[in-house]
């Protein structure tokens, strides 16, 4: 009977261990991931989401990231200033534009940019505040012909943000 109470301690004990261990895991997920773990999540349940974090984590790691030279920062600036020009003539091409100069940025920082959900995948693991609204600058863009000045603007404004945090950083 003695060894019997013992057992059933050390078993709810090991289970409450390892219950601590995913819930701390999973809130510094949520606390590194913010809205990219909840979106995940949602997506495809915790456990998976989990998971899939980590392995963005493990890709990323295996990447030569790197900062941008001195020269190509003040490249991108300049492109970056003449396409908040152009969008006051033409917005759907200047937005269309400010894309495909995130995509440079990323490219040339090491980032693997042929397939645009990995390339979101990616920079999540260090913008994960920020690319829910570059995922959504990128859905206006698709459909830059038919979309609304103001929400070509704010596509523009959700695409400075990934550029200034990778041209800065």
Not at 34 to 55: I, M, N, T
Not at 94 to 116: M, N, P
Not at 132 to 140: M, P, V
């Amino acid at each position: 009977m003695a060894v019997t109470i013992i057992v059933i301690v050390i078993v709810v004990v090991l289970l409450a261990a390892a219950v601590g261990i995913l819930l701390r895991r999973q809130r510094a997920l949520q606390q590194r991931f913010g809205p990219e773990y909840d979106r995940l999540a949602a997506e495809v349940g915790p456990r998976r989401a989990r998971s899939e974090l980590a392995e963005r984590e493990r890709r990323i790691a295996q990447l030569d990231i790197r900062p941008l030279s001195a020269e190509r920062r003040a490249a991108y600036d300049t492109q970056w200033a003449t396409l908040q020009e152009e969008f006051i003539d033409t917005p759907s091409r200047a937005a269309e534009a400010a894309d495909s100069l995130v995509t440079a940025v990323a490219a040339d920082r090491g980032y693997q940019v042929a397939d645009r959900e990995r390339l979101f995948s990616d920079l999540s693991v260090y913008h994960a505040d920020r690319i829910q609204e570059y995922r959504l600058a990128r859905q206006t863009t698709e459909q830059a012909g038919a979309a609304a000045t103001e929400d070509l603007r704010q596509a523009m404004l959700a695409y400075r943000c990934p550029l200034s945090s990778e041209v800065r950083h």
